[in-house]
């Protein structure tokens, strides 16, 4: 199993319009950047994503989602209408992709950013890095499993 770190920003797509979506369960779209496209790819069903609201006040870690569905090509890009549309993908050449992953487990309270930052164990995390900002990014196993111990000191 791996883990995964997804962003989005919840003004676009929060952990709660994961919860109200259907099965509780998401096309994970519009990555539009090539490592992330390729951490994407990568993607095996059952690895665990931490769902991390960017962009937002406060920053935070919202739940675990699951992957659910293993990368397919992303239907946004061949759509004109689309915000992610990319006229160079076609049918043939699907430049982009996108995995289904569904809702497992909510962090109520969400663990902070701030926390993250404080935490020595995490000060080599990917996202902590100054200039990170793929939406898609693997997580050590040993960072997810303190990132679950500041959850369940928090609950």
């Known amino acids: 199993m791996n883990y995964w770190l997804i962003k989005s920003e919840p003004s676009v797509f929060s952990w709660k ?3 109200a979506s259907p ?43 699951i992957v659910a569905e293993e990368a397919t090509p992303d239907p946004t890009a061949l759509d004109s209408r689309s915000d992610y549309f990319d ?9 982009w992709f996108g995995v289904r992953v569904k809702a497992h487990r909510e962090f109520s309270p969400p663990v902070l950013r701030s926390e993250l930052s404080d935490t020595p164990e995490l000060f080599d995390m990917l996202l902590l890095q100054k200039g990170s900002r793929l939406s898609v990014q693997p997580v050590k196993k040993e960072h997810y499993q303190i990132i679950l111990s500041l959850w369940e000191k928090e609950k």
């Not at 790819?41 to 690895?47: C, E, I, S």
């Not at 006229?87 to 430049?95: G, H, L, M, V």
């Open 17 to 19: 319009d994961l919860l």
């Open 23 to 65: 099965e509780q369960i998401t096309f994970w779209e519009g990555v539009r950047n090539y490592q992330a496209r390729n951490y994407l790819k990568t993607m095996k069903k059952g690895d665990l994503c931490l769902f991390y609201h960017s962009n937002a006040n406060p920053l935070a870690i919202a739940g675990i989602a």
């Open 87 to 95: 006229p160079k993908a076609s049918p043939e050449n699907p430049r």
